[in-house]
């Protein structure tokens, strides 16, 4: 048998991790002297808090050797193998460090260390595909194999609502920061090869900005697999998301429609009111 683990960045609702018998090891936040586990003991709204009092974006960190040990030594023993999903290597240890752990283990030759290339549910959906297969039967090679395929076709993209979480992780500079707060800029983030760039800016009220950047995506789903899609955000309004699920909805080219709220970890540099709608291209 074949399990599924994936890093908690997935961001996947716990409804789907029971579901999809997906097991989830943490990453770590580190808000001054004190760390979390994430999803653990604190929430993002917490985390924005103490960001903001502090003015600084809270230190992440992948997930440890301990940890990553503690889950696979008793899947190994019991004779089953394991798929396992990271957040991509560009932005993380966490797929090294699983690696590490199925060599203090000596189970290299059971375990697929799958990174995505992708952050957020673009490594939860890769994570889903690999569960569909695994209770199908399929042999690890065969669901490492398909991942491989399937990594390319991982659509994950953003809109930020501030910039200054980005500013204080270092990943924008502090004049478009201020440019952006000024202007009212939000920039469309978008994963490629691994990595975060900037794409298109929108202008204007972070509802409308949304939406624009909602419909931009449109003549892209056509291309799209069909069994599901993600609505993922840190915390954005409830009338900005029930509006984003209305177009995916009339768009009529998802079968499923996912709310997702991100983790703290995520959410740490992201910053609040963030939003992104993740799926799979056709094979």
């Not at 004779?79 to 752990?101: C, P």
């Not at 690890?140 to 399937?150: F, G, N, Q, T, V």
């Not at 998301?241 to 429609?257: H, M, N, P, Q, T």
Request: charged share 25%; proline share 3%.
């Amino acid at each position: 048998m074949v399990r599924i683990i994936a890093d908690s960045t997935c961001d996947l609702p716990e409804q789907l991790l029971r579901e999809y018998e997906i097991a989830t090891v943490p990453q770590h936040i580190v808000l001054g002297e004190n760390e979390y586990q994430d999803w653990i003991g604190i929430s993002p709204e917490e985390i924005f808090r103490w960001s903001d009092e502090n003015k600084t974006t809270p230190k992440t960190s992948g997930v440890n050797l301990e940890d990553a040990m503690a889950m696979m030594g008793p899947i190994a023993a019991a004779g089953d193998e394991m798929a396992i999903f990271t957040i991509s290597g560009k932005m993380s240890t966490t797929a090294n460090v699983f690696r590490m752990a199925a060599e203090e283990l000596g189970i290299s030759e059971k375990a697929a260390v799958v990174d995505s290339g992708s952050l957020s549910t673009g490594n939860g959906l890769l994570a889903i595909e690999a569960a569909i297969m695994a209770r199908e039967g399929k042999r690890l090679d065969e669901i490492a194999e398909r991942m491989e395929r399937l990594r390319p076709l991982v659509r994950a993209s953003f809109i930020v609502d501030t910039l200054e979480y980005l500013h204080r992780g270092g990943r924008c500079s502090g004049v478009a920061a201020l440019a952006g707060g000024i202007l009212k800029l939000h920039p469309k983030i978008v994963v490629k090869d691994g990595a975060m760039e900037a794409d298109k800016k929108y202008r204007g009220k972070l509802e409308n900005v949304i939406l624009d950047y909602v419909r931009d995506l449109e003549g892209d789903w056509k291309a799209a697999a069909s069994d599901r899609v993600f609505i993922t955000h840190s915390g954005c309004r409830r009338e900005i998301v029930d509006a984003v699920y209305g177009c995916l909805k009339e768009s009529g080219c998802f079968r499923e429609i996912w709310e997702a709220r991100t983790g703290g970890v995520t959410s740490s540099h992201c910053g609040p009111g963030t939003l992104g709608v993740m799926y799979l291209l056709k094979e």
